[in-house]
T-cell receptor, first 114, second 113 residues
Framework: KQEVTQIPAALSVPEGENLVLNCSFT??????LQWFRQDPGKGLTSLLL?????REQTSGRLNASLDKSSGRSTLYIAASQPGDSATYLC?????????????FGQGTILTVHP | NAGVTQTPKFQVLKTGQSMTLQCAQD?????MYWYRQDPGMGLRLIYY???????DKGEVPNGYNVSRLNKREFSLRLESAAPSQTSVYFC????????????FGSGTRLTVV
């Protein structure tokens, strides 16, 4: 059974810092991995998707990397802003008979203070 | 606004009562999903529908049933609510299974007393 772990559980940083969120998964046979953002009381918003054949994806100040063989992904946020404060979740799509059934980590709660 | 609409936003049920959570999307997505989110457990897939006319069990299907009424609508039914089903329920859709562009609804906060 695929298990997804995110470290740290919570992170508080001053505005302007660059930061890294970590995601690890137990079964490296994945199809793709996605990063989401969740604001309090809201649903999830897709940020980035990395296919299993890719090493990284970038969108603005966000960069996600994938090392499938070691079962790890990182989300790098450059020049953090208070508006980045949210919970960040990674989700793995295992593919095969589990295709489409995303397995989520428990999330990292990020607080960026002015 | 285009997106996923869930109703109701809040609901309190007594143990043993039944109810249906409604979900509709207007993005012409093929795949739809129901997740529950619990503290310390993350999001867990209850049921999903890869395309109109198909449904499949997720990680935690016991106590729930679903109906893919048409391409737009995917409902989740609790036949006999239990306190263990107290949770926040999210409906989501995507263009196709596992693709980029998952869109989530704003959630239904359900309390079973």
């Amino acid at each position: 059974k695929q298990e997804v772990t995110q470290i740290p559980a919570a992170l508080s940083v001053p505005e302007g810092e660059n930061l890294v969120l970590n995601c690890s998964f137990t079964d490296s046979a994945i199809y793709n991995l996605q990063w989401f953002r969740q604001d309090p009381g809201k649903g999830l918003t897709s940020l980035l998707l990395i296919q299993s054949s890719q090493r990284e994806q970038t969108s603005g100040r966000l960069n996600a990397s994938l090392d499938k063989s070691s079962g790890r992904s990182t989300l790098y946020i450059a020049a953090s802003q208070p508006g980045d404060s949210a919970t960040y979740l990674c989700a793995v799509n295992a593919g095969g008979t589990s295709y489409g059934k995303l397995t989520f980590g428990q999330g990292t709660i990020l607080t960026v203070h002015p | 606004n285009a997106g996923v609409t869930q109703t109701p936003k809040f609901q309190v049920l007594k143990t043993g009562q039944s109810m249906t959570l409604q979900c509709a999307q207007d993005m012409n997505h093929n795949s739809m999903y129901w997740y529950r989110q619990d503290p310390g457990m993350g999001l867990r897939l209850i049921y999903y529908s890869a395309s109109e006319g198909t449904t499949d069990k997720g990680e935690v299907p016991n106590g729930y049933n679903v109906s893919r009424l048409n391409k737009r609508e995917f409902s989740l039914r609790l036949e006999s609510a239990a306190p263990s089903q107290t949770s926040v329920y999210f409906c989501a859709s995507s263009p196709r299974e596992g693709s980029y562009g998952y869109t989530f609804g704003s959630g239904t906060r359900l309390t079973v007393v």
